[in-house]
């Protein structure tokens, strides 16, 4: 699944909430986090935390962890293949991206083939996108993974209306 945020001062209220929640409801054993900071002041609060597995601020490092996400989500489908499971029964593994637009704009060439990967398989995996950006343009949401986005906002005239409250798959 893929969440996606668009707005302005209430973006890190967002990820703070969803953070917070998942770290008070769930151990390190269920839910583990990778963490995408391209401003480096959004998420370095939690980079210590048991549940994070990778923060990531330097365009070669937030590279190198949705590598990881990648490897990781196909890792589980060979479990879940030699277990004859259609669903990963492990823990769920959280990529938050602080700020999708900083991201594109870095080092979209490299970046982008794997954030389409993640979002194409990663449901069964239990490899879940948290995207948020300020940005309001859509070449910032690819097509590839706006269609399978769930959108969350507080200007719906701004947010990407032909994909509202579409439900991810």
């Not at 259609?86 to 870095?106: P, W």
């Not at 982008?112 to 996108?129: D, E, M, N, S, T």
């Amino acid at each position: 699944e893929i969440y996606t945020l668009s707005l302005h001062d209430a973006l890190p209220i967002f990820d703070y909430g969803i953070i917070t929640t998942i770290i008070a409801k769930h151990s390190p054993a269920l839910s583990r986090f990778i963490l995408i900071d391209p401003k480096r002041v959004e998420l370095f609060q939690y980079a210590e935390l048991p549940h994070v597995v990778n923060y990531s601020t330097e365009p070669a490092e937030i590279e190198n962890a949705l590598r990881l996400a990648v490897n990781e989500t196909e890792r589980r489908y060979k479990d879940m293949q030699q277990k004859r499971l259609r669903d990963y029964d492990g823990c769920n593994l959280y990529i938050v991206i602080d700020e999708l637009a900083d991201l594109m704009i870095a080092n979209k060439k490299n970046v982008l083939p794997l954030l389409q990967k993640i979002a194409a398989i990663g449901r069964a995996a239990k490899v879940h996108l948290i995207v948020c950006t300020q940005s309001v343009l859509v070449e910032f949401l690819p097509s590839s993974i706006r269609c399978k986005a769930t959108v969350s906002h507080l200007r719906p005239r701004y947010v990407f209306p032909f994909i509202m409250n579409t439900v991810a798959a």
